[in-house]
Each structure stands twice: as C-alpha cells, then as structure tokens.
C-alpha cells in the first residue's frame, strides 16, 4: 500500500490502477468518482503522507461488507459473494469454494477489526461516506445498528451513504430503510437488476419480478418527495441480458430509472454468463443492432443520458475485445466445454425449464445462429458425459 500511494502522489500509473485505467475517457469510472467528492482531502493527503508512503490520517470513506449473507443465487456471482450460492454448493457437491476456516476468520475480523473501527470513526465525528455492499446488506444486524447509531449522534448529516442491494427487502425486524435515509447528507438506492421478467428471474435465482418491480416503485416514490435521494438500476451486462436488451432498454424509458452499467467479468473464457463467452462472428450482428437502437432512442431517451452512453461505451468495448473463439464452427475448446459442464451443473440443480421455470436457450430462441452454436455445444458435452458414463 505504501508504494502505491507513492506512485499515485507521483502520478504514475500502477497495476491495482487497471480497472480504472481502462475506463478512462467514458461516463464513469471510480477514480473520477472518488476524485470530484473529495477534492478537499488531496492538500491534506498530500501533508499528512511521509517519504515511505505511510499516512495516518483515519479513512473518511468505508466499503463494508461485513457478510457474504444473501438470499439470491445470481448466476455470475459465487460462494465468496453469497450464503445462498455456498450451501447449494455443500448440498450438491459437498464442497465449497468458501471454506469453513475461511469464513471463520472473515467472522473473526469483522467482529475484531471492521465493527470497533466503524464505531471509532464514527465516534470521531470523521466518516463522510459509506458504501454498503455484500451479500445482500439490508439483511445484516449490524448495517441497521450503525445506521441507527449515526442518525442518533446526528454524525449522519454529513454521511453520503451508498447501496448496492438486490431490493429484495426494504426493511428488517421492524426496521424501516426510509425512516433513516432522511438523516443522511445523500442516500443512493442502486438495485442490482440486469434483465425484465423472466429474464430477471433466471439471471438472479431467487429473485421474484413482481416484488422487486414493486419495491422499485416505492423506492422511486420516496426519492422523489426528497432531493437527497436517488434510486438507480445497477446493471451487469451477462448472456441472457445481452440478448434481451431491448426489452430492458424499454423498460427504463417506461419506468424512467437511471442505470449504471458494467459487464460481466470474463477473466475465465469459460465463464458462460458473459456474452464473450460466445464467438464474436455470431455477437456482431446483434451488438451492431444494439448500437442502431441507442442510436434511434437517443431523442426519446434524453433525460436517461447517463445510461445509454456508458451502455454504448460497453458494447462499442465488448466488439473491440479480441475474441475468445475465433468463429462459429463447431470445434470446442477446453474454455467452452468447462463453461457448459458448469451450466449444465447449475442448470440441473436449479431445474431450468421445469415448471415453467427459464431456462437459457428462451434468451438466444430469437437469435438462431447462437442459439444453434449453443445447442451444438451442449450436445457436445452431453455426449462426452454419456461416453465417459458407459465407459465407467
């Protein structure tokens, strides 16, 4: 950490500094962010900072996530991330990635380090944002305890405070969001959602439509008798969103909901949730038709700008990126064969297309050329696992 901040302090650019980096020159990025809102520490940054980097100045912004609790399994996230995903992942396979050790000394930190420095810095009057993330932080104790005990000691005033929640709930054990956010400086509400419907529901297991959409709503009314609050759609750009996109760019117009977006990490090429994961040949027509469509909304949609240009930005990245699989022909690597054995693992697990539940191939139904590439994939696979079956 020390000699980061020295090459920051120097301007240089550093590794850990990528993600921002590669987002320069679009709509948002973290580093702007964090520079415009608090302009007023660089002098003090700069002061307080000795020769070897070492600074011991108390932090003004926190990023707690205290748990990995949560009550959605959403397809691109993982154990690390969420409660639901690790004890489907013991009751399944009987492994986790999450060890027991593991998450036993994350318990240990927090209840050691991250809940006695939050109620140091609050005590000091020095916070000036938080941002809550997780798992899912409207289910945890402690979120609503601080947030109580910063509207209590009126320190919330001066506290932006910001969610990244799945809105599956707008209040605990009696405890009600919007008796608090009122206390704070600013309060942004952004609801993880990256499909409509059905959509929705397959990309985020667990997730019912029409209760979010319902909670969206009042989220939507309570922020408009008040100018401290804002309620944003936080959108991941996956496979089943890619290929629905028109119907969640409609929906935003309808609804009138501000979006930020991001895509779907593809560090592993066999991660099927991300359009990458898919050859560029059979993206192509479908990304140009994407842009062709912003492009014609671009009157309608005036007010909701600050979607549709770093949605453009995403797309125009996404075509730019050097593809995973060169073309549509039906010769499989490794990373394509891994990422449908993982689908079809969860896919079996969370009983897609029984019930009328979805399943994937209803979100490429209107694409034949990847839905086709899809199948021919899956078949693949279920083939080796029938070979490797009767050869056992």
Known sequence: MKRVRRQMLKGER????????????????????????FQEAEKEVRRATARDGSLKTSPRSLDYRFSNQCNFKCRMCGDGNSSSWVQESLRTTGFSELSQETWEEISKNTERNLIPEFRELAAKGLLREI?????????????WDFMEQLVRSG??????????????LLSNKGRMLFD???????????ASMDGVGRCAEFIRTGLNWSQWLAHLQEAQIFAKQLPNIEVLIDFTLTTPGFYGLESFINF???HEVKVLVKPCLFDDPSTYMSPL???KQLRAQHEQSLLIMIANAQEKLSEHQPFLDPLEDLIRAQRAEPPSHEDPSHEFGDAQLNGMRRHLQISRVRKD??????KMEDFLASHPDSLLW???????????QQGETLAF
Do not use: M
């Open 14 to 37: 550093v590794p850990e500094c990528q993600i921002c980096d590669a987002s320069e020159g679009s709509a948002w990025n973290y580093r702007d962010y964090f520079n415009s809102h």
């Open 131 to 143: 941002y809550w993330a997780g798992g899912e932080p409207l289910l945890w104790e402690e979120h």
């Open 155 to 168: 320190q919330s005033q001066k506290v932006r405070v910001t969610y990244n929640t799945n809105l599956s």
């Open 180 to 190: 608090l956010l009122p206390h704070f400086k600013s309060a942004t509400l952004q």
């Open 252 to 254: 935003i117009v309808e």
């Open 277 to 279: 994961f898919f050859p």
């Open 353 to 358: 297309g029984q019930d009328g539940r979805p």
């Open 374 to 384: 899809w199948n021919c994939l899956k078949d693949e696979v279920l083939s080796q």
